[in-house]
């Protein structure tokens, strides 16, 4: 090997990231669907979720549940090869794992195999911990999903902040020992309240991944898109842009509008010139 040859990249296991439980510093997960987001999220994030998001952010879906498994093989095949450090985890659709554990692997399965993505997400408590297990058994690495789930949109009515009585704080940390105790590495913990995520995160040994969950979680998942502000439209309360891409992009598009019917674009430095 030359002196001059960077040393390779590790890439993170599903080991590390359980091990991020211990560390002092939370860390970031972040989602990617293409090819440049993906890029992006590999040099700051831990984690790169190919998320059912997709549905909704690139495919201006209401909610997640129209969502294939075809898009998630091919956006995951996508995201994954772009995944030089960061454990690319990808979304499971809504009805591609509820049936059954048999269902689940099956399905995952595929995934694995044709993205090349390091573990699946699957959403669920208690009840889906069987489903986890099969699958941790049988190869397959879980990040759970509970709390606010998504896909339960049209059973909770809305989009609705988790854990506000005593007995839902219950529900949701016997969720959490639940999807641990049946081997998943990490758990995304969405939509609820600071206490209870403090709550959540003590009360299990593989890290919570929060999203609108506050900081008292050992890590923290965003949608890129959210964050970049990518997005036109109102933000939910726990997102944070840090910039505003799409008014940049609206902005830089007037301009080329603008120079092309003035005849300012092409310039002459865009043309092809005659050399002999
Ligand atoms: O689908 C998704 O992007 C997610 C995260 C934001 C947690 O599930």
Redesign the pocket.
């Known amino acids: 090997m030359s002196i001059h040859t960077p040393p390779p990249i590790k890439k993170l296991t599903v080991q590390d990231i359980r091990a991020a439980k211990n560390r002092t510093e939370p860390f970031l997960?972040l989602?990617a669907y293409t090819a440049p987001i993906a890029q992006l999220a590999d040099k700051h994030a831990d984690v790169v979720?190919v998320?059912?998001?997709?549905g909704m952010?690139l495919y201006g879906m209401p909610n997640?549940l129209g969502v294939t498994l075809e898009m998630m093989m091919t956006h995951g095949r996508c995201v994954a090869q772009f995944c030089q450090r960061a454990l690319c985890v990808v979304?499971m659709p809504f009805g591609t794992y509820q049936a059954s554990p048999a269902q689940a692997f099956k399905n995952s399965a595929r995934i694995m195999k044709k993205t090349g993505a390091g573990a699946i997400?699957l959403?669920g408590g208690a009840e889906m911990a069987h489903t986890i297990r099969f699958l941790v058994e049988r190869g397959i690495p879980v990040l759970g999903?509970i709390g606010l789930r998504?896909q339960q949109v049209h059973v909770m009515g809305g989009y609705k902040v988790q854990g506000k009585t005593e007995d839902q704080i219950e529900m949701l940390k016997a969720d959490a020992k639940a999807v641990e105790e049946a081997g998943a590495f990490a758990i995304?913990v969405?939509g609820t309240m600071e206490h209870v995520s403090r709550e959540i995160t003590a009360s299990v040994n593989i890290p919570t991944?929060g999203?609108g969950a506050s900081p008292a979680c050992d890590g923290q998942?965003?949608?890129t898109e959210d964050v970049l502000g990518l997005v036109a439209g109102a933000k939910a309360k726990f997102v944070k842009p840090y910039a505003n891409l799409y008014q940049d992009a609206e902005a830089a598009l007037q301009t080329l509008e603008a120079d092309v019917k003035a005849r300012r674009f092409p310039g002459p430095e865009n043309l092809y010139i005659k050399t002999k």
């Open positions: 997960a989602t979720l998320g059912d998001s997709v952010v997640t979304d997400k959403e999903h998504p995304v969405e991944i999203i998942i965003l949608v």
